[in-house]
């Protein structure tokens, strides 16, 4: 159940949130919303693991933040290409990524603690 915990809810929450903002940025159909799923679910569960391996043995609070910075940039960067190259309309790849990626960041430290706690309970 550890494991199922450690991914669904950060993969969970990536996924209300990042959609949400490509609702905000206008993109309605499904292709599209299909689009920031599928790369969502590439992209996240290895943020997730390297989260995780990161916790468990890199010794300082800054290695683990230094580790963390540098995928969260790849992961913007990967995103941006991907989009760019998949979703059907839309010129400002870059920053929907971004917007994406700094939105679920955020509710992840906001309510990412409080998931954690609830799906313990139920998971």
């Keep these: 159940m550890f ?5 669904l809810v950060p993969y969970l929450l990536t996924l209300i ?3 949400a903002v490509a609702l905000l940025w206008g993109y309605r159909s499904g ?3 299909l689009t920031v799923l599928w790369i969502n679910t590439v992209t996240n569960p290895l943020v997730t693991l390297l989260r995780y391996l990161s916790a468990q043995f890199l010794p300082s609070q800054e290695m ?3 580790i963390l910075i540098a995928a969260e ?7 941006w290409l991907l989009f ?3 979703l059907s309309k839309g ?3 870059f920053w929907f990524s971004l917007c994406c990626n700094a ?3 955020g509710a992840g430290l906001w309510l990412g603690p409080l998931l954690l706690r609830l799906f313990r309970g139920i998971i």
């Excluded at 494991?3 to 991914?7: N, Q």
Aim: glycine share 4%.
């Design 17 to 19: 949130v990042e959609e």
């Design 103 to 105: 939105a679920s960041y």
């Design 3 to 7: 494991w199922l915990r450690l991914f």
């Design 84 to 86: 760019r190259k998949f």
């Design 31 to 33: 292709k599209d919303l």
């Design 64 to 66: 683990r933040m230094g």
């Design 73 to 79: 940039i790849l992961v913007v960067l990967a995103e």
């Design 91 to 93: 010129k400002y790849f």
